[in-house]
């Protein structure tokens, strides 16, 4: 059985779900939606019947689901609006501007027993899955702190993401992804939260932050988004009591490095800089090539986790069709937000925001 679905926004990212879903047996796209008439006419050329609202959507066809790829304003209405028609409801990140927001389209989820799930698409990232693997597995010892980080130097995309009205700027648009992660993979809760919002463009909204967590379990956390850096810092880091592993771009598979001896020698005294240190000497046999290995180090391989990012439409399939969990859930959504929100809070009253540390635990 086909799933009859209603795209609404055929820009980007209604063009990129339309391509993953037509590789999905089980969703038959049957309309677009767009108040932009050059998007209908190219939902037109694609073999879409095309409306300028949903509801005329969804009085013309049949549809069982409909996918929201519209900017981030307008997500709690048009998900209110499908979820009171009876229609399953398949989001684009972030999944509304507040959290009270998304607190309504939950309750109207459950009122009328229909799905509501948020497209987290970045979990399904190699970058994330390895050093996830790492932390999961011990590989380098107990991770202690992390660095999960996004840079670009091309400023803020010059449409509606510029627009505070729209919902706009970088801790909602990358921020919700970074941060959804970092509590995937840190099994704890937060209990301290600093953070500090960039302007540096001049804007309206952000164009980057650095958020400072701190979970129960002791592992602190830097969120790092930026548009302004031309020498970007690597995606991730990862630091433990025996080792550490890197990733410094999309490109690269990284580095893994663990101690390998369970009692080694004492540093020697190295020059640096206009004095000396032993503290900080480096692990390296030749300190002009810092790839050449002492003998207390061993270098490991970057785990390789494979992963189908169209997992997401068959986890909403799975749930309609035979009563599965969600791969993504709302508790898990709504966490996110409200961390996101204590981010701007901190900002603005440039302080630390303490949690309880079961206030933003996921339930489910």
């Given at each position: 059985m086909k799933h009859p679905l209603v795209i609404v926004g055929?820009?980007?990212?209604?063009d990129y779900h339309r391509r993953k879903l037509e590789t999905i047996d089980g969703f038959e796209v049957v309309a677009i939606v767009d108040i932009d008439e050059e998007a209908r006419r190219a939902g037109e050329a694609d073999g879409f019947a095309a409306y300028a609202t949903l509801p005329?959507?969804?009085?013309?066809?049949?549809?069982?689901?409909?996918?929201?790829?519209?900017?981030?304003?307008?997500?709690?209405?048009?998900?209110m609006t499908a979820l009171t028609a009876g229609k399953n409801v398949l989001c684009e990140k972030p999944a509304m501007v507040t959290s009270a927001e998304l607190t309504e389209v939950i309750a109207e989820a459950a009122r009328v027993g229909k799905l509501f799930m948020v497209h987290q698409n970045r979990r399904w990232d190699p970058d994330y899955l390895a050093m996830k693997a790492i932390y999961d597995q011990g590989v380098i010892g107990p991770v202690n702190y992390i660095e999960t980080?996004?840079?670009?130097?091309?400023?803020?995309?010059?449409?509606?993401?510029?627009?505070?009205?729209?919902?706009?700027?970088?801790?909602?648009?990358?921020?919700?992804?970074?941060?959804?992660?970092?509590?995937?993979?840190?099994?704890?809760?937060?209990?301290?939260?600093?953070?500090?919002?960039?302007?540096?463009?001049?804007?309206?909204?952000?164009?980057?932050?650095?958020?400072?967590?701190?979970?129960?379990?002791?592992?602190?956390?830097?969120?790092?988004?930026?548009?302004?850096?031309?020498?970007?810092?690597?995606?991730?880091?990862?630091?433990?009591?025996?080792?550490?592993?890197?990733?410094?771009?999309?490109?690269?598979?990284?580095?893994?490095?663990?101690?390998?001896?369970?009692?080694?020698?004492?540093?020697?005294?190295?020059?640096a800089g206009a004095g000396m240190?032993?503290?900080m000497a480096p692990r390296v046999k030749d300190y002009s090539n810092?790839?050449?290995?002492?003998?207390?180090?061993?270098?490991l391989p970057v785990p390789v986790v494979e992963a189908d990012v169209c997992d997401?439409?068959?986890?909403?399939?799975?749930?309609?069709?035979?009563?599965?969990?969600?791969?993504?859930?709302?508790?898990?959504v709504l966490r996110t937000m409200r961390l996101l929100e204590a981010c701007v809070q901190s900002h603005e009253q440039r302080e630390v925001v303490h949690?309880?540390?079961?206030v933003n635990e996921p339930s489910a």
């Open positions: 055929y820009g980007t990212m209604g005329e959507a969804l009085a013309g066809h049949e549809a069982d689901f409909v996918l929201i790829a519209t900017p981030n304003d307008s997500h709690h209405e048009l998900a980080r996004v840079h670009g130097s091309r400023g803020i995309p010059a449409d509606w993401r510029t627009k505070k009205v729209n919902g706009g700027g970088m801790l909602l648009d990358w921020g919700v992804h970074l941060v959804d992660r970092l509590l995937l993979m840190v099994d704890s809760p937060v209990v301290d939260l600093y953070a500090s919002l960039s302007y540096a463009l001049g804007q309206e909204v952000d164009d980057g932050f650095k958020a400072y967590l701190t979970f129960a379990n002791g592992v602190t956390a830097l969120v790092d988004v930026s548009t302004t850096s031309y020498l970007p810092l690597p995606l991730w880091v990862l630091q433990a009591n025996r080792g550490s592993a890197v990733i410094e771009n999309w490109s690269t598979p990284g580095r893994v490095l663990r101690l390998g001896v369970e009692e080694e020698a004492d540093a020697q005294p190295i020059q240190t032993k503290t810092s790839y050449k290995l002492d003998d207390s180090l061993e270098s997401f439409y068959r986890s909403a399939l799975a749930v309609v069709d035979g009563g599965a969990a969600p791969v993504i859930t709302n508790a898990q949690f309880e540390p079961a």
